[in-house]
């Protein structure tokens, strides 16, 4: 077999949502932090990105990671984030899938019933506990970086819709939140299509009338993703969310061809966020949980630890807990005659 690039990875998931990890096969990425290392990965490597992310290799609903050495000490290991469009700061389906992969492989060493472990994200460290039993990870629990909301019942102008009613708010990644009732939206996933083209379009429209930056590192902007939100149907959950990751360019003049899919997961970052809007209009707590249930009725559950500011922002360190389980491994490569060395995409299900 003749191959320009061997990739190794572990297939896993978390609550549904498709984390795919690299172990083996990156090349060296230098980088005094793992932000920076994103960024010299995102400038000179795009190509693994797309390679293991678009078809035949990839599919719209699957999210990469790259493990690479840490650079902070206190930090076991590092991890970057790879979607459709973008290099998350951070992600919680992907640290429970990568949690998942570096204890069950034994890429780190599993201790039971816990493991402590330090991620390093983009966004910053990730104070993680496993919960491990017979070799499997049963349950990870990690504290976020701090969530905060800059704009509380903002109204921006969505064209086809009109005034909308929006929260923006960082969890990891910078979401813009709307209430899917008052949009007359169903959450059921079946109506997956237009939850899709009704959250880009309120997500473009609200990166150019909000657009926001990270106080501690302004490189880091948005809103990229957006959160549909409603009341729950399960007693034992406090919401549901409906998340659309983008999985291309977005074009104003023709809406109904928006590309995208839901999080198939409650999605980590987007139930952080949620809580720090929960918690900036005073209706959570710190020491509360909050059980947010994603599009197949799986769970992750928050809670607030402590409150603190992020520059100007009344922000609170939130926890999340999931769970993650390993499908497969895989080996990767590529043919030096491949006329598709970054792969593709076909608009049947792009």
């Keep these: 077999m003749r191959t320009t690039r061997l ?25 005094e932090s793992v932000f920076a290392k994103m960024q010299y990965m ?6 693994i990105r797309l390679l293991m992310l678009r078809e035949p290799r990839g599919n719209p609903g699957l999210c990469c990671n790259a493990i690479v050495p840490p650079c902070h000490p206190t930090a076991d290991m590092g991890f970057i984030i790879m979607e459709q469009t973008e290099y998350p700061p951070m992600s919680g389906s992907n640290a429970i899938c990568v949690t998942t992969v570096l204890l069950e492989t034994g890429i780190l060493p599993m201790q039971e019933p816990f493991t402590d472990l330090t991620l390093e994200a983009p966004a910053g460290l990730i104070r ?55 949009l007359g939206v169903s959450l059921d996933p079946d109506n997956g299509g237009e939850i899709l083209r009704i959250s880009e379009a309120i997500r473009h429209a609200a990166a150019e009338q909000l657009p926001v930056a990270h106080p501690d590192n302004p490189a880091i902007s948005g809103p990229t993703i957006t959160n549909l939100w409603g009341s729950p149907t399960d007693p034992a959950t406090h919401g549901r969310g409906a998340i659309t990751l ?7 003049t023709n809406p109904q061809a928006a590309s995208g899919i839901l999080d198939r997961s409650p999605c980590g970052t987007g139930t ?3 809580m720090a809007v ?3 209009r005073d209706l959570l707590k710190p020491g509360q949980d909050y059980v947010n249930a994603g599009p197949l009725g ?4 928050g809670r607030i630890l402590e409150e603190t500011t992020v520059g100007p922002y009344p922000a609170i360190i939130p926890t999340l807990t999931g769970q993650g389980w390993i499908y497969g491994t895989s080996q990767y490569m590529l043919d030096p005659t491949d006329p598709f060395p970054t792969g593709y995409t076909v608009g049947d299900i792009w």
Excluded at 7 to 30: F, M, Q, S, Y
Excluded at 42 to 47: F, P, R, S
Aim: hydrophobic share 40%; charged share 15%; with cysteine.
């Design 272 to 274: 952080c966020a949620k």
């Design 298 to 301: 799986t769970t992750f559950t």
């Design 128 to 182: 993680v506990r496993a919960t491990c039993k017979d070799g499997k990870v049963t349950s990870v629990t990690f504290r976020n970086v701090p969530a905060f909301a800059v704009h509380l019942d903002a109204q921006i102008d969505v064209p086809g819709l009109g005034p909308v009613t929006v929260d923006i708010a960082w969890g990891g990644m910078f979401f813009v939140l709307a209430q899917a009732a008052a």
């Design 7 to 31: 990739l190794t990875a572990v297939e896993a998931h978390a609550e549904g949502e498709p984390g795919r990890v690299i172990t083996g096969g990156l090349p060296h990425i230098p980088g």
């Design 278 to 280: 929960l918690h900036a």
């Design 42 to 47: 995102q400038a000179n490597h795009d190509d």
């Design 246 to 252: 983008s999985t291309g360019p977005y074009d104003p």
